[in-house]
């Protein structure tokens, strides 16, 4: 993975890239468990200001960011989950009201509160 250069503070990824990414490379890129420190929430960040500012220029973007993270809650993998969280989190933070309103859609509310049903061992991570 020649786009990124890692750091012991954050990951540094290449402007080029992140500028030319697609919204799902984006969130791709932030949710891999493998790439990602559980311990590390802040570890992405330059990668939620960006997904941030698209939401805000285009509505398009916006209903894509959704999209994608619809699409992903189907997915039973707690670190995926917990950073799709963060992500939403981040978002509805500092993005806008197509964002907030895409977030309380009626299915994907229901996606996202059946995901913290989910009983993952001992520990729910997700739900904490």
Not at 24 to 37: F, I
Not at 73 to 96: A, T, Y
């Amino acid at each position: 993975a020649d786009d990124l250069r890692l750091s012991n503070d954050t990951c540094n990824l290449r402007p080029e890239w992140i500028s030319t990414a697609t919204i799902k490379q984006l969130v791709e890129r932030c949710t891999d468990a493998k790439l990602t420190p559980p311990d590390r929430p802040d570890y992405y960040q330059i990668v939620h200001l960006e997904l941030s500012d698209r939401i805000k220029e285009s509505p398009q973007a916006c209903s894509e960011l959704g999209k994608e993270i619809f699409r992903l809650l189907s997915i039973d993998n707690s670190i995926r989950i917990q950073q799709l969280v963060q992500i939403i989190d981040f978002c509805s933070k500092n993005g806008n009201i197509m964002f907030l309103k895409a977030m309380s859609s009626k299915p994907f509310v229901n996606a996202f509160l059946n995901n913290l049903k989910i009983t993952r061992g001992k520990t729910n991570k997700v739900k904490l």
